[in-house]
């Protein structure tokens, strides 16, 4: 037997209000073809698959976690780099979390991919992979991290020292709050940070190719930091930040060595100044 393709993914979603517009456009982007939209079900089809979502009947305040049991992301194939820069123009235009930006990936030779979060936080990728990708003669799949923080580990982001984790570095960030589940969450959706949250021991995050941990303020005190973020875009960071429950420290400005830098506190009390690097210098 030899399947043909993946009839349907269904998605769960907290309002439909929300997401029913956001998907329209991002489905209608991808040239599928809206066929069903009631109240409660919204269908599109092409390219030999299906998407659909439906509402939430139990837990509708809680967002979407990689790390649970069940749907980790959703990968859609383009047909070339441009698709994918296009729809990272998109989803940028829609105000969704972008997770990382149009980049090439260790996977394979070529891999080229945008990764996001629908308004669940649901993680949806479109990547292009020139000719037969892991088919392709020579071609072997990478190492990786096994999924935990939903990205894979680079050269550089990994050590071959048994000392250190696969993905880790030398130094980590440690953040101690009163309340660990207010910050994972601010985190998650003000800077795209992915991993499960724990209670048990501290919770691992992945934001940009950086792991930050997490834990509550129970046998050690509360430890505010002082941390410095590179991001794509600054001034959006920086609002979606804002909007999430940050406080305004330092509104965007640019610096002289080059950065455009702003500064916040989040609910842990931690400060961050928020940058990206507009010149050399």
């Known amino acids: 037997m030899e399947i043909n393709g993946i009839a349907h993914v269904m998605l769960t979603v907290r309002d439909m209000g929300v997401s029913r517009p956001f998907y329209r456009r991002l489905l209608q982007h991808l040239g599928l073809t809206e066929v069903i939209d009631t109240p409660d079900y919204l269908y599109f089809v092409g390219a030999r698959t299906a998407v659909g979502l439906r509402p939430a009947t139990r837990d509708r305040d809680e967002r979407f976690d990689q790390g649970r049991c069940g749907l980790h992301h959703v990968c859609f194939r383009a047909r070339s780099r441009a698709d994918v820069d296009s729809v990272h123009a998109l989803v940028t235009e829609l105000g969704a979390t972008v997770t990382h930006v149009p980049e090439e990936a260790p996977w394979v030779p070529g891999y080229y991919s945008v990764l996001f979060e629908d308004p669940d936080g649901i993680r949806l990728e479109v990547n292009y992979v020139p000719g037969k990708g892991v088919f392709e003669d020579g071609a072997r799949v990478k190492d990786f991290d096994g999924g935990a923080s939903g990205t894979q580990a680079t050269p550089e982001s990994g050590s071959k020292a048994g000392w250190i984790p ?104 931690n400060v961050w100044q928020i940058a990206t690097r507009m010149r050399r210098g």
């Open 166 to 269: 696969e993905g880790w570095r030398s130094v980590t960030s440690r953040l101690v709050a009163p309340d660990a589940a207010a910050l994972v969450d601010f985190l998650r959706r003000a800077f795209g940070a992915t991993g499960a949250f724990h209670t048990e021991r501290p919770t691992e995050l992945k934001i940009g190719d950086s792991i930050v941990m997490v834990s509550g303020s129970g046998p050690r005190d509360r430890m505010p930091a002082f941390l410095y973020l590179y991001v794509e875009d600054v001034d959006a960071t920086f609002a979606r930040a804002l909007e999430t429950g940050g406080v305004l420290r330092e509104a965007p400005q640019d610096l002289p060595y080059g950065d455009r830098r702003a500064m916040i506190e989040d609910p842990g009390g």
